[in-house]
Structures are given as C-alpha cells and as structure tokens.
C-alpha cells in the first residue's frame, strides 16, 4: 500500500527559483495538507484541502501556493524560494481527523 | 502563547520506567486529540486518539481534560524502542486540516 507519496525526497534550490513538492494518496480521502517542520520544533501547517477545488491558507502559507484539482494529489509550490524556506517539508492526508503522513522533503535553500 | 504546549524535556529514563507526558491547549473550541510519534527524521505516525474517558492500548494510557484542557500520555514499562519524539495534536472543527501540532517531547530509554 503506498499511502501518501512525496517527491522529490530532497531538494536544493538557489534564492529566487521556484519549484513544485508533489504529493499524491491512493486512500480517497478528502484532506490533505502541507505542513514544515523546522529543526526542534513542531509541524507548522502551510495549506490544506478539504476536497477537490477547494483549499485554504493555514498558519504559515505566505510564500507558497497549492492547488487541488483531483482528490489524489496535492502538490506545494514555491514560487520565489528564499534561505528561510529551508525546511522538512510533509504532506497528509487524512480520514476521520487523523493524518497519514509522506515521508517527507528536505529543502535546503541556498 | 502557543495554542498547543508540551514539556519540552528530554526524558532520559531507564527501561522498565513509567514516564507521563503532558500538553495543554488554549482553544476550548477544540474538538479531537491525538498523539503522534515522530521517529528521528522521519514522519509523524498516529500513536493514539484521546478521549475524556481515558484510552489505553497496551503500555500507552491517554488522558483528555477538557475542563482544564489538558491532555496526558503514560508509558508504562518503557522499552528501548520507545525512544522518539511524541507530538501531541489538537483538531479544530470537523476538518484535520485544522490540526495544530505541539512541539513535541523527546524520550530516550536507556538500557
């Protein structure tokens, strides 16, 4: 069962490139989410999705842009990537309120 | 202040210990809780939801206050593999995207 797959795994950028996190389900549920996490500290939550077309800005969203047009992928774009983008980067999704996260992208911005 | 805390430890305990974990939250409008495990440098993974009556699975005891909105985890007879760090998560309305993550305690046992 694959669950919830993020790619690309790891990721350099240089300040002012843009690229695209993928992150895809096979579970059907209906939300999804991206969330940070820098070093010690907790999952900050950046976008979410409560279904297809729909989606929504959460704590941390500026710099980032996401959209939903099928209930299996997620994908996070960074438009103009900057040092403090740096980051762990985890896509959920989730069913009955509780998440399933990918494994994760590591993003250095340099 | 943040809407969800967590002791910031480290815990350092020897096999065999009973080690709690606390969390509070400041949104009474929270509705689900839950636990998450986080091993180093990998992704979170759902430990076990809290209810007011209190849930146990195994050695891990979850306890929800929500008159002191308070939330606890217990671990009995702690094994090596328990090291890691537990995330305790507050939900928000009907939706998970609405999850807001603590900080996270770390646990190490030691032989």
């Known amino acids: 069962n694959a669950g919830v797959t993020q790619t690309p795994k790891f990721q350099v950028l240089k300040t002012g490139q843009s690229m695209t996190l993928q992150c895809a389900q096979d579970?059907?549920?209906?939300?999804m989410s991206w969330y940070r996490q820098d070093p010690g500290m907790g999952l900050r939550l950046i976008h979410y999705?409560?279904?297809?077309?729909?989606?929504d800005q959460g704590e941390v969203p500026n710099g980032y842009n996401v959209s939903r047009s099928t209930t299996e992928d997620f994908p996070l774009r960074l438009l103009s990537a900057a040092p403090s983008q740096t980051s762990v980067y985890f896509c959920?999704?989730?069913?009955?309120?509780?998440?399933?996260f990918g494994q994760g992208t590591r993003l250095t911005v340099v | 202040r943040k809407e969800v805390e967590q002791d910031p430890g480290p815990f350092n305990v020897p096999e065999g210990a009973t080690v709690a974990f606390n969390c509070t939250y400041s949104?009474?409008?929270?509705?689900?809780f839950f636990w998450y495990r986080q091993d180093c440098r990998k992704e979170p993974k759902l430990l076990m939801s809290?209810?007011?009556s209190g849930n146990e699975d195994g050695r891990f005891t979850a306890q929800l206050n929500r008159a002191s909105q308070y939330i606890s985890l217990l671990i009995r007879d702690s094994k090596l593999s328990d090291s890691a760090t537990y995330l305790c998560?507050?939900?928000?309305?009907?939706?998970?995207?609405?999850?807001?993550f603590g900080d996270g305690t770390t646990l190490t046992v030691k032989p």
């Open positions: 959920a999704s989730s069913s009955d309120r509780k998440a399933f």
């Open positions: 999705s409560v279904g297809a077309g729909i989606t």
């Open positions: 809290v209810y007011s």
């Open positions: 579970m059907n549920h209906e939300y």
């Open positions: 949104n009474s409008a929270s509705q689900s």
């Open positions: 998560v507050v939900n928000i309305g009907s939706g998970a995207g609405k999850s807001t």
